[in-house]
């Protein structure tokens, strides 16, 4: 029995052979560094999205925030053959510790609808949150740029709703950009 033991821990391991899908190849390859970086920058160039911010200005706050989104899945729809269906996911949330008066919070969703009628029903979400904010988590108007948290989040989910809105999948992908993770995770 030593002999066996000695004879079998000495045997090379092979590591199992990893098939590459090609259809997962494909969309890797077209993830595009530069779009992340160039959407990085557009959501820090809104100088705050706290969710309490402006909502109406057009270069600053939230609300300007969540309309760029928008309108950049709406342009990947475009671009892809309508396959895309962009939605704004809106509701109330009622006064609490992080938010004094009832406060819109409004998730941007795109969804890429599987094509094998037994998958569709499954459904993958990918999201990341658009909101930021300064140490005093009251502070609404302080640039608070959020470049990491969690514009690169979002730069993520925007890529990847770019580049897989281009193919057909067999089950159903929502790509998702959520606010109100900074005011306790609304």
Sequence with gaps: APCAFALAATAPQTEPQIKENPQVAAVVSEISPKNIEATIR???SFGTRHTLSDTQSETRGIGAARRWIQSE???????????LEVTMDEFTQP???????PV???????????????SRDRIYVVSGHYDSRVTDVMNVTAD????DDD???????????RVMSKKN????????????EEQGLF
């Design 42 to 44: 557009k959501l820090v």
């Design 73 to 83: 899945f709406e342009r990947y729809n475009k671009e892809n053959g309508g396959r």
């Design 95 to 101: 006064p609490g510790e992080r938010n004094p008066q």
């Design 104 to 118: 819109q919070v409004v998730n941007v969703v795109a969804t890429l609808r599987g094509t094998q009628p037994e």
């Design 144 to 147: 608070a740029p959020g470049a």
């Design 151 to 161: 514009a690169s989040g979002v730069a993520a989910v925007m890529e990847m709703a």
């Design 169 to 180: 999948w067999d089950a159903t992908l929502v790509f998702m950009a959520v606010a109100g």
